[in-house]
């Protein structure tokens, strides 16, 4: 991939890039490992960044050393997701990140295309709430995909939907796990949040408000 390949499409991650429902995920699963008689920490949350509803129940399932069988382990899953549902169903524009919607407008207004890439299954309820579903020529979730991230799956639906090539691509993600399945869809990436974690990326940002036109063609000077 030739870094001079010009950008026609950007594709967003969801949750910690566009909007906070991380925090609803932390308080939905901390509230079922109460239940089950464990302690969640946010150091646990860190873990699931990125990772797909039933490989985090896994995960927590692991730290909490249980085993269920596959009809427990998918009620536990459902009853995590009830109530997640039930938090997000409350979201507003207020609940947008900082500088997302600016980003977001900007790039609609020079004719970028724009696709979401996200594990979550709730997408949809999300963009509706936060008023943000019209920013999008393609949406592509939980309820799309077979394979969580770091698996470019997401990403390469994204881009076949937008009809353009993988290199013609940047990824705004937040975790680790998306940044790599940006790189192994063959996309460019910029890394929403720590540069510790997302080193990876071709540039790391603290929030889309650090975002725009002109720093899109700073860090990829062929747009």
């Not at 709430?129 to 309820?143: M, R, S």
């Amino acid at each position: 991939m030739s870094l001079h390949t010009p950008i026609r499409a950007c594709l967003f991650d969801l949750d910690g890039v566009l909007v906070d429902t991380a925090k609803y995920h932390y308080l939905a699963w901390k509230r079922l490992a109460g239940e089950l008689g464990f302690d969640f920490t946010e150091q646990d949350n860190e873990r699931l960044k990125g990772v797909s509803r039933m490989a985090s129940l896994d995960i927590l399932l692991s730290i909490g050393g249980i085993s269920p069988d596959e009809t427990t382990r998918l009620a536990l899953a459902e009853k995590k997701n009830g109530w997640y549902v039930d938090y997000i169903t409350r979201m507003d524009e207020s609940e947008i990140l900082p500088g997302a919607l600016a980003f977001l407008q900007e790039l609609k207004a020079a004719g970028l295309l724009v696709a979401l890439g996200s594990a979550s299954k709730n997408a949809m309820t999300i963009l509706n709430n936060t008023k943000l579903a019209p920013y999008f020529d393609a949406i592509v979730d939980g309820t799309k995909t077979a394979s969580a991230k770091p698996d470019p799956e997401v990403f390469l639906l994204g881009a076949r939907e937008l009809k353009v090539s993988p290199a013609e691509c940047v990824v705004f993600e937040d975790a680790e796990a998306g940044i790599e399945a940006a790189i192994r869809a063959g996309m460019r990436s910029i890394g929403v949040g720590s540069e510790t974690t997302l080193g990876r990326a071709d540039a790391v940002v603290s929030s889309l408000r650090e975002m725009s036109l002109d720093r899109l063609a700073e860090i990829f000077p062929s747009i």
